[in-house]
């Protein structure tokens, strides 16, 4: 005899997860057809039928129809009728006219070369316990100009609430050194903060051509200067009064952030100061769920990275002599700052 608890429990039984896991990177590509044809600017413009996105875009009707269903299905658009409307979050993040646009993350997020590193041999990278290979590490890796091209709208929120930070400060950095820049903002929004700090930024000369016109466009290129190579070889000079790592520890192992991290503590000015963006999970590596993840991204496209604890990263910075590291949620955002303190 089946009882009350028993058929509770099978009511909880479900293989909706799983297929939908299995059938994630359909919603991806729904997305990144989407942004190519530019779907969402042309209905939340006024195109919202099918004979209207076909006409305005040159696309067929019938993959028109059949991705507006989908995307309505996934819950980006709502459809009554033969007529479609985007929520009030797709218009927010995904017409191209909103000043919180963040579509252009697919260029990296679902690049072939990401796509591939994830999907051609997953099992792979997790029997060698990290990427076969250099993976998305590997010296001038043209991903990156991808990145810095695409994730700019994802870091905005987190460069803003840094130079927020260090603009509260009594004493405002006039040296600053912004290590792996990518497209520049955490070195350009400090530089809009405050207005005599001088940045000096650290990445690929392909990635900087990017971080140099975004700084152009910010009115800073006067006081922004680009040195191309590696962080781990190059000279970047010394006695920064700040100095940044936004986004970089989690790409490599504690000992070769360690490594860097003494580095950069012998080029600071004695009141330098040292920042870094990370994703930090909690203690029981499940939570929060974005930070949590990350783990998973750096498995399968790096060799040794980690998403690091706070208690790990502060255990790294007393390896390099530091006093100690504390962490600071930056909330809408699921990075964290993080203080290595002298």
């Known amino acids: 005899m089946h009882t009350t608890t028993d058929t509770a429990a099978n009511d909880d039984i479900s293989p909706a997860l799983l297929v ?7 919603k991806t590509a729904s997305i990144k057809a989407a942004l190519e044809i530019d779907v969402f600017s042309m209905i939340c413009d006024g195109a919202d039928t099918v004979a209207a ?3 305005k875009s040159g696309a067929s009707e019938r993959g028109l129809r059949v991705l507006c269903d989908f995307l309505t299905v996934q819950g980006f658009l709502t459809k009554t009728g033969n007529t479609y409307q985007p929520t009030p979050s797709t218009r927010a993040f995904l017409d191209r006219r909103s000043p919180a646009f963040l579509g252009g993350a697919i260029e990296f997020v679902a690049a072939p070369e990401m796509a591939s590193l994830f999907l051609s041999d997953p099992a792979g990278f997790v029997r060698n316990g990290g990427s076969v290979g250099l ?3 590997a010296a001038d890796n043209p991903v990156w100009v991808k990145f810095a091209r695409g994730m700019g709208s994802f870091t905005r929120s987190s460069a803003v609430a840094m130079a927020q930070e260090v603009a509260s400060w009594p004493r405002h950095p006039k040296k600053v050194l912004d290590i792996a820049a990518g497209p520049g903002l955490f070195g350009i929004e400090i530089a809009k903060a405050v207005p ?3 940045i000096v930024a650290v990445d690929w000369q392909a990635v900087l051509e990017l971080s140099k016109e975004n700084a152009l466009k910010a009115g800073v290129a006067e006081r922004y200067r680009a040195l191309a190579g590696s962080a781990f ?3 970047w000079g010394s006695d920064f009064d700040l100095i940044l790592l936004p986004n970089f520890l989690h790409h490599f192992d504690m000992e070769t952030c360690v490594g860097l991290l003494k580095k950069i503590k012998a080029s600071l000015t004695p009141e330098g100061r040292v920042l870094g963006v990370e994703f930090v999970p909690n203690e029981d590596r499940v939570s929060p769920p974005f930070a949590a993840s990350f783990a998973w ?9 980690e998403a690091y604890t706070a208690r790990e990263l502060a255990d790294m910075a007393r390896g390099a002599g530091f006093r100690d590291a504390t962490v ?3 909330p ?4 964290s700052l993080v203080f290595f303190e002298r």
């Open 20 to 26: 939908d896991t299995m059938f994630a990177f359909r």
């Open 53 to 55: 996105l076909a006409a």
């Open 135 to 137: 993976a998305n590490i």
């Open 196 to 198: 005599n700090a001088e």
């Open 233 to 235: 070889d190059i000279d």
């Open 297 to 305: 991204e750096m498995l399968g496209g790096t060799p040794k990275g």
């Open 328 to 330: 600071k949620v930056l």
């Open 332 to 335: 809408p955002s699921p990075a």
